[in-house]
């Protein structure tokens, strides 16, 4: 449907913020470690970690993690 239905209708997963084997806690201690001039580089995802789901409620779009809105703010460098 496109970028802009991707945008509107995205939401987060149901357990945002404790995901899974509890990817938010690592993403957020790899965030605490980077220097702030550095934070303008993407922070590799670990293998088995996903960022996006299809959104399967909807019938469109995605659901997002905690960490992919971590790997958003860096790489668009809008950390405060």
């Known amino acids: 449907y496109g970028p802009m239905c991707d945008l509107l209708w995205s939401d987060p997963v149901e357990d945002y913020g404790n995901e899974k084997?509890?990817?938010?806690?690592?993403t957020s201690k790899r965030l605490n470690n980077i220097p702030l001039n550095d934070l303008c580089q993407s922070i590799p995802t670990s293998p088995n970690e996903q960022l996006y789901l299809p959104n399967t409620t909807r019938g469109c779009s995605y659901f997002y993690t905690y960490a992919a809105i971590n790997e958003f703010l860096i790489q668009n460098q809008i950390l405060s």
């Open 21 to 26: 084997e509890n990817p938010s806690t690592t």
